[in-house]
């Protein structure tokens, strides 16, 4: 009951807005041209995380939709990733994108392409992380919509876009330093591997500085929340004892 009432009193919906228009990295990125993807389809414009029944429901907006790759779900030109953590311990690597995190660390780490998603579960002081079942994803005009097997509560959240491409095994297409048609070009070899990241302010310090902040929940609520139901039952037990002592006199 009580894991019941936590569940409800930090379910909430989050909602953020990123700025059009920045899916270049640092500003300097050149898209690959074969096939052509627009920056408008790897642009991230908004992302929500509310509680569901089984989980969490995600909702990642895009400036547009594309399928340069034919997928049969109708979207294959980016990769997008969510790393999901409570603020406190976790990773701090963004996996195989070439950022760390900043505010806390992660625990749960979705990556969404038209070809199929994932969600991993990295086990408490690290490890291999261990495979959760996949997220479910459907398209709503130029959004995403992703249900994935998350115990619901309040959380901070890693959100980024990089490019897709079937030739690697992990989907990534990673920057490189010389042009090419097929390539994805930047200002040096190690340059971050998306090219937007979820941040309101629009700033680019991960692409410079090579580490992202979260948005959402930055801090663990729920040893907070325990010691406020703890002090509203002894308040409601010292009350009730009150109560009694003064029909007794």
Avoid: C, K
């Amino acid at each position: 009951m009580l894991a019941r009432v936590l569940t409800l009193l930090t379910a909430a919906l989050l909602s953020f807005s990123d700025p059009a228009g920045d899916a270049r990295g640092d500003g300097g990125y050149i898209l690959p041209t074969r096939p052509p993807v627009s920056a408008d389809a790897l642009d991230l414009r908004s992302f929500q995380a509310a509680p569901q029944a089984a989980g969490m429901r995600f909702t990642v907006g895009l400036g547009r939709i594309e399928n340069p790759w034919g997928a049969p779900s109708g979207f294959s030109a980016g990769v997008t990733d969510i790393f999901v953590g409570r603020g406190l311990g976790g990773e701090r690597t963004l996996d195989d994108l070439r950022l760390r995190t900043t505010g806390g660390g992660w625990t749960y780490h979705l990556r969404v392409t038209g070809f199929g998603s994932t969600l991993t579960q990295t086990p408490e002081g690290g490890g291999t992380p261990v495979p959760l079942p996949a997220p479910t994803v459907r398209l709503e005009g130029t959004r995403l919509v992703i249900d994935a097997a998350i115990p619901a509560g309040e959380y901070a959240y890693w959100v980024t876009s990089s490019v897709y491409s079937p030739l690697s095994p992990d989907g990534l297409l990673r920057p490189v330093t010389t042009p090419g048609p097929t390539h994805l070009e930047a200002g040096r070899a190690d340059a971050p591997v998306p090219v937007d990241v979820l941040l309101p302010s629009g700033e680019t310090t991960p692409f410079t500085q090579g580490t992202l902040a979260p948005v959402g929940q930055t801090r663990d609520t729920r040893a907070l929340i325990l010691g406020a139901l703890g002090g509203l039952g002894l308040l409601l037990v010292v009350g009730a004892t009150v109560a009694l002592w003064r029909r007794g006199g």
